[in-house]
């Protein structure tokens, strides 16, 4: 029976347990968070109201950056990547929150909607963009702006107002505007439609607004400009400023927001508060009430409140509550806790608790006790206070307040020192939280740039990777993936998972892999992660791709940066990659290119051969024809003298006589047949390839000689005269059959170039040694060669006479021989009349080289 009763309360224990646990798991939600921006101020207020809100929910958050939604109309596509929004449409969220009047700036109510339902049936909280059918909460900027054109009326006697709007097709611009007009028209003033100008939320719209309304008289310019938003009101007091108009002395200037640059700025910008904090603590406790099935309200309306600063003319003034005390002595503590709860709640992080112990601590502190009891409450209430630098304001009046009400008990210099020592330790205390969250802030930087610095060091993707891994793994980032875009597009489907680790454990694909969704969401969007973030990577408005970090609490407000050094070095590496493969590729081209123009050059060697040959055979054609023309006059008076000695006796004449005529025909046959060795050997010489055993001493003279000879016939033809200016003791040791190759290459571009047809021309080669060099001037007075043609002559298939054939490789062959086998140089020089071609090499090439070798 023990052990049945035993084993049965282990058995409800368990099934208890495991109810719990079920009880539990149901519990544990996972939001979604859609934004265009997240680092700026109104993002991270949101941020931190929800994740407030949150904090005991058992709700993790995920934050997706996508910038504004592009819309079919839209033609700015480059200023965001909404594939974050593709990718958080994939997850298995329980609610989503979406910032509608961020990310639908471009776009209109019903595409918002649309966007909304997109996600359905997941239960879906809009912010600040009222939507009929999405449960939304929204700032009251009617409200606001009411008050504070009121404000403009009532306090400064404005009456002649310009307005600067937001985007025609944002709704809170609109209510912004529609406040300020009803504020008009209830006090009974005109608006003038000319000061009611276009704008779009930026700095660059205030500075456009100015020029045009300095197109009017200064005389006519409005009493004050009202913007839509701080960003136009700093463009305009920054514009105004160089028109050298003062603010506020001369024009007022407001703004809406309340934005943290506005309160520093000169002068501090009169403003709406904007109360994005609590706009994101209500959106999250909506959502989670919707995903809880509690019904909630289809619409919530946070108020807005002026703030006024210095450009309005308000130098310093500031509306703060004043709680007086009551007669009743027993109530009395309790309806100050009240009053002042209603009173600071919008400002400070205030309860009823928190005020109790400070009454309590002053009661003790009044009955004897140190004064160190009241300090050690505020400083709990101070530690309670997000932000508190901005709100000291707030904190000093609170301690006025405190201060009147607990007078009646405290002999008033105690009371004075206790509460001047309490605003010094709230000063204190700010500085010491501003000076560390500044000090942390620095060190996070600093540590993050020393990062940033190695990382750009990796000269491959795989390097940087493992170096992010091993630097950022453990002590910035939990988890993390980058996906990359290939070259087809900047699709969800074009995403390629390129590096992931997850809990150390770091996984490289060897290729870009095709993102697996489900893996993605496993790994970074499960349960009980709640430091999320999806950002997309891009460098000067290039889509690169996008990563997803979980990052450790305290550097969360850094994701921005590293996403930036993640752009810049992933940018920077695929650059590198992309230029080895263009590289590669371009090695690949010219590897080809230089077969191809060897392929060319021997077919331009086959062709000037050919033509040599033909040259060469017309060359001998005469001498050969002379021998044998002689050879059959020998024949014939062979015979002859033959059959007069066969016929008697011969006379002495007669014999002498054909005696004479044979040897005439065999002197004449030795000199024919000399002319045609000689120019046999001289084209065997010609034929014979480059090789260094051909290097020999050569006489110059001797080898332009060798060099005109096989291009007599067509000079001859031609009516061209040349002429040879060189001593005839002129020596080099070098190769005489390229020299000879360049030299009738001279001649050669002469005939087809420089002259025309039937044109007599005179052609002169000039040799003379320079120290060490040989020195060949070539000149003809042919037609000359252009500026343009002779800074191109020498480069591969250039020619003037395609159309005739030419591929333009003779003379970059020419170059060529000069440069590698006669280690010479070739200029062409720019004259007045024909041209003028000046090549010069070693006097003696072996000496010349074995200098070169010892100087290097």
């Known amino acids: 029976m023990i052990n049945i009763f035993f084993f049965n309360c282990i058995a409800y224990t368990v099934k208890h347990h495991l109810c719990s646990v079920r009880e539990t798991m149901k519990k544990r939600y996972s939001f979604a968070y859609l934004t265009s921006l997240f680092t700026n101020q109104m993002g991270r207020e949101l941020y ?35 594939t974050a929004y593709e990718l958080a449409q994939k997850g298995d969220f329980d609610g989503i929150i979406i910032y509608g009047g961020a990310i639908g700036q471009l776009i209109s109510k019903e595409e918002v909607e649309a966007f909304c339902n ?13 939507l009929p ?32 709007k937001g985007p025609e097709t944002h709704e809170e ?25 276009p704008g779009n939320f930026s700095m660059e719209a ?33 514009a105004l400023k160089e028109q050298k108009i003062s603010v506020p002395s001369e024009i007022i200037v407001t703004g809406f927001d309340d934005a943290r640059f506005a309160k520093n700025c000169v002068p501090s910008i009169t403003s709406v508060q904007q109360p994005f904090q609590k706009l994101g603590q209500t959106a999250a406790l909506q959502l989670f009430e919707k995903v809880n099935g509690n019904p909630i309200a289809q619409l919530i309306e946070v108020e807005s409140l002026p703030v006024i600063h210095e450009s309005c003319g308000c130098y310093g003034h500031q509306q703060f509550p004043f709680i007086a005390r009551t007669e009743n002595e027993e109530n009395d503590d309790n309806m100050f806790i009240d009053s002042m709860i209603g009173s600071y709640q919008e400002n400070l992080t205030i309860n009823s608790l928190l005020l109790m112990q400070l009454l309590s601590s002053l009661e003790k502190v009044c009955n004897g006790e140190t004064e160190v009891v009241f300090y050690n409450a505020f400083s709990l209430f101070m530690d309670n206070q997000s932000a508190p630098q901005e709100k000291i304001p707030f904190i000093l009046n609170l301690l006025a307040n405190l201060k009147n009400h607990v007078q009646h008990k405290f002999e008033e210099r105690l009371l004075n020192a206790i509460f001047q020592q ?18 942390q802030t620095e060190e996070n930087y600093n540590q993050l740039n020393f990062v940033n610095q190695k990382l750009h060091q990796a000269t491959s993707l795989k390097q940087f990777y493992e170096m992010s891994h091993k630097l950022l793994g453990s002590q910035y980032i939990n988890r993390c993936a980058i996906l990359l875009y290939q070259e087809r ?43 999320a973030i999806v950002m997309p990577l891009t460098l000067s408005r290039e889509k690169i791709g996008i990563v997803l970090l979980d990052l450790n609490n305290d550097i969360l407000d850094l994701s921005q940066t590293l996403s930036w050094h993640f752009s810049s070095i992933l940018k920077r590496l695929q650059t590198i990659s992309e230029n080895e493969q263009k590289r590669g590729q371009l090695e690949s081209t010219l590897q080809d290119l230089q077969k191809t123009q060897q392929r060319l050059i021997e077919t331009e060697k086959l062709a000037a051969l050919g033509k040599l040959v033909a040259d060469v055979a017309h060359e001998m054609n005469t001498p050969l024809g002379v021998s044998i023309t002689y050879s059959s006059l020998i024949v014939d008076t062979t015979e002859k003298i033959e059959q007069l000695i066969n016929n008697g006796p011969v006379k002495k004449s007669e014999l002498n006589a054909q005696l004479a005529l044979l040897n005439k025909a065999g002197k004449a046959n030795l000199v024919n047949l000399g002319r045609s060795s000689d120019l046999v050997n001289s084209f065997k010489n010609l034929a014979i390839e480059h090789d260094p055993t051909q290097l020999r001493t050569l006489f110059i003279k001797e080898t332009i000689e060798d060099a005109i000879v096989p291009m007599r016939n067509r000079l001859n033809k031609a009516h061209h005269q040349v002429t040879i200016n060189s001593p005839s003791k002129l020596v080099a040791y070098s190769y005489p059959r390229s020299l000879v190759q360049v030299l009738m290459a001279f001649i050669d571009n002469s005939l087809c170039h420089a002259y025309k047809l039937d044109e007599r021309g005179c052609i002169t080669i000039s040799a ?33 006479k395609r159309n005739q054939g030419h591929v333009g490789l003779g003379l970059t062959t020419i170059h060529n021989i000069v440069r590698k086998n006669l280690h010479g140089k070739l200029k062409i020089c720019n004259v007045a009349q024909g041209t003028r071609i000046q090549l010069s090499f070693p006097v003696d090439i072996k000496k010349a080289l074995s200098t070169d070798q010892d100087i290097n």
């Open 489 to 531: 597009g900047k699709k969800l489907d074009n995403l390629r998972m390129t590096f992931s680790y997850n809990q150390q454990q770091l996984s490289i694909p060897s290729e870009a892999s095709p993102i697996c969704l489900t893996s993605i969401f496993d790994d970074f969007f499960q349960r009980g992660k709640s430091n």
């Open 118 to 130: 997109s996600f359905s049936p997941i239960p879906v909280v809009n912010i600040s963009l009222q």
């Open 48 to 82: 931190l109201g929800m994740k407030e809100a949150l904090q005991d929910k058992e709700v993790d958050l995920t934050v997706f950056v996508g910038g504004a939604l592009q819309g079919k109309e839209t033609l700015c596509s480059d200023l965001a990547d909404n």
């Open 133 to 164: 059918n999405i449960p939304s909460v929204v700032i009251s900027n009617y409200q606001g702006m009411y008050k504070l054109t009121e404000h403009l009326i009532s306090a400064h006697d404005c009456n002649n107002f310009a307005f600067i």
């Open 173 to 197: 611009a609109e209510q912004r505007f529609n406040a300020f007009h009803d504020a008009l028209a209830d006090n009974q003033i005109s608006i003038n439609e000319e000061f009611i100008l």
């Open 206 to 238: 205030g500075v456009a607004a100015v020029a045009e309304l300095m197109k009017k008289p200064k005389s006519c310019l409005p009493d004050a400009i009202v913007c839509v938003d701080d960003d136009t009101a700093l463009g305009v007091i920054n």
């Open 422 to 439: 309490a605003a010094l330790n709230a000063h204190s205390i700010i500085q010491r939280t501003s000076a560390l969250a500044q000090y």
């Open 768 to 800: 003379e040694q320079d120290e060490e060099q040989i020195m060949i001037i070539y000149e003809d007075d042919g037609c000359g060669i252009s500026d343009h043609d002779r800074n191109h002559i020498l480069e591969p298939f250039f020619t003037t």
